[in-house]
């Protein structure tokens, strides 16, 4: 079955670093784009960054443009999201997704916390 498994989160001080990787099994990595949502206490989940599958052709959200990069290694069935110059409001919990068989599907997440 299909299976996203972040790593890399953490806790980072304001303008650091940080790269979150998703793992995913289960399907042709190679043929489905990647997304990376967000969701931050008390606000909804939203999209920050997706991947096409072969293009490679990527999409920001506003609020992390010239910040954030996703990149994929599709033999190593990884995508993943490197974080530069984090403020405190990129703090949340951040989730792989992709959409496979008309269905959404979600990593378990991984906290990103902001904080001098």
């Known amino acids: 079955q299909v299976q996203l498994v972040e790593s890399g989160g953490g806790l980072v001080q304001p303008g650091g670093s940080l790269r979150l990787s998703c793992l995913a099994s289960?399907?042709?990595?190679?043929?489905?784009?990647m997304n990376w949502y967000r969701q931050a206490p008390g606000k909804e989940r939203e999209l920050v960054a997706r991947?096409?599958?072969?293009?490679?052709?990527?999409d920001y959200a506003d609020s992390v443009k010239g910040r954030f990069t996703i990149s994929r290694d599709n033999a190593k069935k990884t995508v993943y999201l490197q974080m530069n110059s984090l403020k405190p409001e990129d703090t949340a919990v951040y989730y792989c997704?992709?959409?496979?068989?008309?269905?959404?599907?979600w990593g378990q997440g991984t906290q990103v916390t902001v904080s001098s």
């Open positions: 289960g399907f042709t990595f190679s043929w489905y784009r």
């Open positions: 991947i096409g599958s072969m293009s490679g052709m990527t």
């Open positions: 997704n992709t959409v496979y068989s008309n269905r959404n599907y």
